[in-house]
């Protein structure tokens, strides 16, 4: 019994001190991001704390982390451009396509342009082993303007869960499920950040696209946290990745209590506006084997093609609050460093 006692808490120790090891506090964009595309379209802060997108006629513009990571907590936080930005896109993502090309993994927060006076849309994804086939979108709103100010955008990802954040609140969680197979994302990804020109589908299926009149389009990064579990580190270490992975799923992001899922609810009742677990239509009648409506509640929430019947855009109305709180910026001002973003409270504007 002492035996086992003992080695029971040296498995706990060994836990804890990778748990230790796993920083979530943000990183200068140098120690942890190099530039990917986009020239002088990316642009740092004097402080190296900040990191500035722009979208123009020549380039969008992005970065990617130094490492892959096998799982952990990736954050960032975005305060998007405002006006009219239909057919923009900026997105926070996880990926290894640029290391296996046919049967990539990703996990996605894409967030979409729209045109002036309409709102910005969240959309979510997670590929596994190039499942692109077999998309897994869900698209929200937001409680907020996020062209006020910086709002935080994380993803948790683990052996068995990805779970979606903003602002600390989860907004989705796909289970792994056996009955996946492939489609959950399993192998070593990088983090990646990006603005770019998606009028051929991001704005109403493409019927407005981007619009040059109003660029350049800028979207500013901040609070960059790369809290995972370097894929490299993890071979080196002989066996210190499986303990690194026991540590992310046993870390506070990854665990969801019931005040968080309570929370998740709350969060989907109200700005949930599309999800393929409902979409009766673009499957032919299949439900993804990690979508949960065991007893059918949610069904009569949304349209047969996925669409809520409860959240309506039409019903929305930041944009009168942002006039009401904040001048329109001068033009000029949206494509150069300035000034640059504060990181923003968990709460809406």
């Not at 499942?131 to 910086?150: A, I, V």
């Not at 992001?253 to 929370?263: D, E």
Request: proline share 6%; hydrophobic share 40%.
């Amino acid at each position: 019994m002492e035996a086992g006692a003992a080695g029971l808490a040296a498995a706990l120790m060994v836990v804890v001190s990778w748990a230790a090891s796993l920083d979530t506090s943000p990183v200068p964009f140098q120690a942890g991001y190099m530039p990917l595309f986009g020239g002088d379209n990316l642009v740092r802060s004097p402080g190296g704390r900040s990191v500035r997108l722009k979208l123009d006629r020549r380039t969008g513009s992005g970065f990617v982390s130094k490492s892959a990571y096998h799982h952990g907590y990736f954050s960032a936080s975005i305060k998007l451009p405002d006006d009219h930005t239909a057919g923009v896109v900026v997105a926070f993502y996880l990926s290894n396509a640029d290391v296996f090309p046919r049967n990539h993994d990703e996990v996605d927060f894409e967030l979409l342009g729209n045109r002036r006076g309409h709102e910005w849309r969240v959309q979510t994804n997670v590929y596994g082993n190039g499942s692109t086939s077999r998309g897994r979108e869900e698209r929200y709103l937001l409680p907020f303007d996020p062209t006020l100010r910086p709002h935080a955008y994380a993803v948790a990802w683990t052996p068995t869960a990805a779970v979606f954040y903003v602002d600390g609140v989860p907004i989705r969680e796909v289970v792994r499920v056996p009955a996946m197979g492939g489609d959950f994302p399993s192998k070593p990804m990088s983090v990646y950040a990006t603005i770019w020109d998606g009028s051929a589908w991001a704005t109403e299926g493409g019927r407005y696209k981007v619009d040059y009149a109003h660029a350049p389009f800028a979207a500013d990064f901040s609070h960059l946290v790369l809290g995972g579990c370097p894929a490299a580190a993890g071979v080196v270490a002989g066996g210190g990745g499986a303990r690194c992975a026991v540590a992310v799923m046993t870390a506070e992001f990854a665990v969801m209590t019931p005040a968080k899922r309570a929370a998740m609810r709350r969060f989907r009742r109200r700005h949930l506006l599309y999800t393929v677990c409902h979409d009766r239509y673009r499957y032919n009648g299949t439900v993804f084997p990690e979508c949960d409506d065991a007893d059918g509640s949610e069904r009569d929430d949304f349209h047969k093609w996925g669409e809520s019947k409860r959240v309506s855009p039409g019903r929305r109305g930041y944009r009168q609050q942002q006039e009401q709180q904040q001048p329109r910026a001068d033009k000029a001002a949206a494509g150069r460093p300035s000034t640059w973003p504060t990181i923003g409270t968990l709460r809406a504007d």
